[in-house]
């Protein structure tokens, strides 16, 4: 019989450690791969760029397909005034112009300061190969303080990643509904915009347009809001999933290192990204005169759009899931089941001290008192929770005044067992919902006062319950 008692505990042991492990692993590999991947000597990949004037165009895509095959995509335009005014509508990362013995390169230092010298150094050789003297032209340069054009992809990750941590938090208050919410998200996403602009401004990172207050604001809202959406689905999996997609994709893709010098893949993942686009948005309104910025805004939109919907289909989930089981009562907005973050807390029934309740604190999501037949409190009553299963969630005992408090639990019926030595047991089953507190009182007759029996008493807790008591 011990043996038998023994091995369920161990492979209970070594499951809880595989999933503990899991999580850590996947990123741990993921990060491995996909940094050094993405930053690891970094070379343009189908870069594009216009020439003035076809003859040129040939000659000067032939030199670049020798030097960097498949690294550029060359187009001619008409005159050096087009190729300059391509830069600027971000149709190109560099326009070339040769006239004799000059020629210009014309350079935006704000999609990265490490593509306008890749390219300075490039068609320096040209030049000298041709014999011409080269003049590079920067059409956006940066605030002194963005030497390097990264600051943009600095405050995105600042706007990013705790949108992901603001989702994680709101999916614990199991008190705040889907539309509280998502009030609360646009309410952070607010502050964190105008918070983030205004220091950026204010200690010269770069420039002071208004219209980056909307990009940020975006790219919190869509990545809380889309995190917040996908959480009931992928359940004990969302920080993997999160972690995956916010930091493990996004920073790689993200324009720290420009993205025309990235592989394809992430490439890829630059154009689809919430991180990435709201670097595109935040150039363009900063640097280049709102060029190129409603592609990312869409982007952004579109991942809104998805979280938003993600919470209608959860919503509707529930609404079929109290339909089926007949509920009388039904809510417009049903709230959604607790989905723990386990990088933040792992979800488990928990009795608490019964007290009030301050902010911050757990909240209970059954609790109760426990009398005798005189309705004096019983101190020390023994209360035990358990599923339809019979299984044992949570076991404690009552205080002083004969209270007891217990959260963490699933949602669905419970049993709720109170005893007390030369007390009859009582049972109660009740139906636990998020962010609904439920109550379950107990009197705990003395048998020789010719209480009823606990077949009879059990059967009453049965019927008060489902009778809403």
Not at 85 to 90: G, K, N, Y
Not at 142 to 147: Q, R
Not at 326 to 343: L, N
Not at 366 to 386: F, N
Request: net charge positive; glycine share 10%.
């Amino acid at each position: 019989m011990k043996h038998r008692i023994e091995r369920p505990r161990g492979t209970s042991r070594a499951r809880v450690l595989a999933e503990t492990l899991t999580i850590p692993a996947v990123l741990f590999l993921g990060l491995l791969f996909s940094f050094p991947m993405a930053f690891h000597q970094p070379q343009p990949h189908h870069a594009k760029l216009v020439v003035a004037d076809l003859a040129v165009e040939r000659k000067v895509d032939s030199a670049l397909q020798r030097q960097h095959p498949g690294g550029f995509d060359v187009t001619a335009v008409a005159d050096a005034r087009a190729a300059r005014r391509a830069v600027l509508d971000r149709d190109a990362v560099a326009g070339f112009a040769a006239q004799g013995r000059h020629a210009v390169l014309y350079v935006a230092k704000a999609d990265g300061a490490s593509l306008e010298q890749a390219l300075t150094r490039g068609f320096t050789q040209l030049a000298a190969h041709s014999h011409q003297r080269l003049t590079v032209t920067d059409v956006a340069p940066t605030v002194s303080k963005d030497g390097l054009g990264t600051t943009p992809v600095y405050f995105g990750i600042a706007w990013n990643v705790p949108g992901y941590i603001l989702a994680t938090t709101l999916l614990r208050a199991v008190t705040f509904d889907r539309r509280r919410k998502v009030m609360t998200i646009a309410g952070v996403a607010a502050l964190f915009s105008v918070v983030g602009f205004y220091v950026g401004v204010g200690l010269g990172f770069f420039p002071d347009s208004p219209a980056a207050l909307a990009i940020a604001f975006l790219l919190t809202t869509a990545v809380a809001t889309f995190s917040l959406g996908m959480a009931p689905f992928v359940k004990h999996f969302f920080p993997l999933v999160g972690l995956g997609l916010y930091v493990v994709l996004s920073v790689p893709s993200s324009g720290l290192v420009p993205v025309q010098l990235l592989p394809r893949f992430f490439q890829d993942l630059h154009a689809v990204m919430p991180l990435g686009n709201a670097v595109d948005g935040l150039r363009g309104v900063l640097y280049f005169n709102g060029a190129g910025v409603l592609k990312p805004v869409l982007v952004l939109c579109a991942w809104i759009m998805a979280g938003t919907a993600l919470l209608g289909l959860d919503a509707w989930r529930h609404h079929r899931t109290a339909v089926r089981r007949g509920a009388e009562h039904e809510q417009e907005d049903v709230p959604e089941p607790p989905v723990e973050d386990p990088s933040v807390e792992a979800p488990a029934p928990t009795a608490l001290p019964v007290h009030p309740h301050h902010f911050g604190e757990l909240l209970p999501m059954l609790e109760g008192t426990v009398r005798d037949g005189e309705q004096q409190p019983v101190h020390r009553a023994a209360v035990t929770v358990m599923d339809t299963g019979g299984r044992q969630l949570v076991r404690t005992a009552t205080n002083a005044r004969g209270e007891y408090a217990v959260t963490g639990l699933p949602e669905g019926y419970i049993s709720v067992v109170v005893s007390y030595p030369g007390r009859q047991p009582l049972v109660h089953q009740k139906l636990l919902q998020s962010g609904v507190a439920v109550r379950a009182d107990f009197t705990l007759h003395d048998p020789r006062a010719g209480a009823s029996t606990p077949v009879t008493a059990q059967r009453l807790g049965l019927g008060q319950a489902r009778n809403g008591s």
